[in-house]
């Protein structure tokens, strides 16, 4: 059974940090590029960051050097780094599995940017 499971959100002042996990299990992670998702009340699903399974990285224009995605294939786990958050930051993250036409999803976790 395939699972995505996020952690790491929470509510943290402008201009903190927070690092979200995502755990994996049920397939080959190594093989699938993973990706972090938001999305924010009354907005479409936004790309936050991508991992491929070489490790190349690719960012959302809004999170260019505050972000850092990263993977560990041993732990099937993927991270997301975020610094200097701003309040525009807050939505649910979502992790996202993907190799060819398989796609899945987490569940998602709330991170609230605000003083």
């Known amino acids: 059974q395939v699972q995505l499971v996020e952690s790491g959100g929470g509510l943290v002042q402008p201009g903190g940090s927070l690092r979200l996990s995502c755990a994996a299990s049920?397939?080959?992670?190594?093989?699938?590029?993973m990706s972090w998702y938001r999305r924010s009340p009354g907005k479409e699903r936004e790309l936050v960051a991508t991992?491929?399974?070489?490790?190349?990285?690719n960012y959302g224009d809004s999170m260019k050097g505050r972000f850092n995605v990263s993977r560990d294939n041993g732990k099937n786990t993927v991270y997301l780094q975020m610094n200097s958050l701003k309040p525009e930051d807050t939505a649910v993250y979502y992790c996202?599995?993907?190799?060819?036409?398989?796609?899945?999803w987490g569940q998602g976790t709330q991170v609230t940017v605000s003083a």
């Open positions: 996202n599995a993907r190799l060819a036409y398989r796609t899945y």
């Open positions: 049920g397939f080959t992670f190594s093989s699938y590029v």
């Open positions: 991992t491929s399974s070489g490790g190349t990285t």
